[in-house]
């Protein structure tokens, strides 16, 4: 199913708002927003987002690509990530998955305590309107273009049989926490594309979902507007204790969150973790690592490589290129960490040879 097949199954879901399908949704109405921010879930220990060697192959005539490789990512509640890649890396497909829009052809993935592939179409409904919420890169796709801003929110309410005044209430409180309560007798063409995009964001979190995933969701702004939308995806979760998976290529938002986790080939390959405080000596941490410290301390950023189950290291290209490492490396087993060399000098029996030991640190990778 292409990205444009996935939104409008969106779109049509949404609009359908047939009652009878529609009691596998939870009993009960949305809870009310507090001081116009929403409660704050607690933040559980739990991890929001898991995927195990996660495999996707789509079959096109006498054509198969591996869009998913034996991806592994796990996302704790609460984070706020940004997911990073090459066009074709499979961030897309990833998110569809985790949408519960698309089945992975192999593997597990478990988002918000539902285990996706154990839910039929029912389970599936129920998850995809309560459990995440969604926002895509194209503003006008995100709303019904006939309805106001606040119908739009309030249309997932409905649709989960929320009492007409609590719907009407939660919508108000939301756009204001999204910052965009002038727009909410307008329809989505008279917003803009960033006041559109907030008001997705407030949509999406109608129901209180847990999970927010967001795919490209600046992609069509101008850099104003789309740091309005990141500020709106920060609120949505910091003040609504939702945990935020963004895919984007804007490298502004990439450099702001906590988290950055790139994919190449269909595999988490590394990921960046900024910290907040000086950067630590070797083999220490430093800080709470918290959002809020690496922001207010400007902080600094620690790169990681994925290790997979059976020992696996996919090493960036950046380093493989500046270090001239190909086909393989050499180990050495240090105090606290293992040196990775790149295969130049001869192997002795005694370890690495004294040139590499005196070190050239520049190629200690
Ligand atoms: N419905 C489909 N049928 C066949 N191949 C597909 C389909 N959807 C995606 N692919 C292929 O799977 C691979 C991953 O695509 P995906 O859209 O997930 O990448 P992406 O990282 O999101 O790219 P972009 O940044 O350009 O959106 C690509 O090679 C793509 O051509």
Same mark, same amino acid.
């Given at each position: 199913?292409? #990205?444009?097949?996935?939104? !409008? ?8 708002? =047939? ?14 927003? #507090? ?5 704050? #879930? ?8 898991? $995927? ?34 090459? +066009?074709? /890396? ?57 309805? %106001? ?10 649709? !989960? ?15 204001? +926490?999204?910052?965009?309560?002038? $727009?909410? =007798? ?12 907030? %008001?997705?964001?407030? *949509? ?10 967001? =795919? ?8 104003? +507007? ?10 949505? !979760?910091?003040?609504?204790?939702? *945990? ?15 988290? %950055?986790?790139?994919?190449? =080939? ?5 990921? *960046? ?5 000086? #950067? ?39 380093? %493989?290129? /500046? ?29 690495? +040879? ?12």
């Amino acid at each position: 199913m292409s #990205a444009a097949e996935r939104k !409008n199954e969106i779109r049509r879901d949404a609009a359908r708002g =047939d009652a009878d399908r529609d009691s596998a949704g939870p009993a009960g109405p949305v809870g009310p927003v #507090a001081g116009g921010a929403g409660p704050a #879930a607690p933040r559980e220990a739990e991890q929001a987002i898991v $995927c195990e060697q996660l495999v996707r192959i789509y079959k096109t005539d006498a054509l198969e690509v591996q869009a998913l490789q034996g991806l592994d990512l796990r996302v704790a509640a609460g984070e706020l990530t940004a997911l990073v890649g090459a +066009s074709g /890396s499979g961030k897309s497909t990833l998110l569809a998955i985790l949408a519960g829009l698309d089945t992975p052809t192999a593997g597990s993935v478990r988002v918000a305590g539902h285990e996706l592939a154990g839910l039929d179409y029912r389970g599936r409904l129920h998850y995809r309107r309560s459990s995440v919420g969604f926002v895509w890169q194209n503003p006008a796709g995100n709303l019904l273009p006939h309805l %106001t801003a606040a119908q739009n929110v309030a249309l997932p309410m409905r649709l !989960n049989r929320a009492p007409r005044t609590a719907r009407r209430e939660r919508a108000l409180a939301l756009l204001d +926490s999204l910052g965009v309560a002038h $727009c909410r =007798d307008r329809v989505p063409a008279r917003m803009s594309g960033g006041e559109q995009q907030r %008001t997705a964001i407030a *949509t999406a979190l109608a129901n209180t979902p847990r999970v927010l995933l967001a =795919d490209e969701p600046t992609g069509e702004l101008d850099c104003e +507007s789309a740091e309005t939308v990141f500020e709106g995806l920060r609120t949505a !979760n910091r003040d609504h204790g939702v *945990t935020v998976l963004i895919v984007t290529h804007d490298t502004s938002i990439a450099g702001q969150v906590r988290r %950055t986790v790139a994919i190449r =080939d269909g595999r988490t390959s590394t990921e *960046t973790l900024r910290r907040g405080g000086e #950067a630590p000596a070797a083999g220490q941490t430093a800080g709470d690592g918290s959002e809020h410290e690496a922001e207010r301390l400007g902080g600094y950023a620690v790169e990681y490589a994925m290790v997979d189950r059976v020992g696996r290291l996919q090493l960036p290209r950046e380093f %493989t290129e /500046s270090y001239g490492i190909r086909d393989r490396v050499r180990l050495t087993r240090e105090p606290g960490h293992v040196g990775v060399w790149p295969d130049q000098h001869e192997p002795t029996s005694r370890g690495p +040879s004294r040139r590499a030991d005196r070190g050239n640190e520049d190629e200690h990778a």
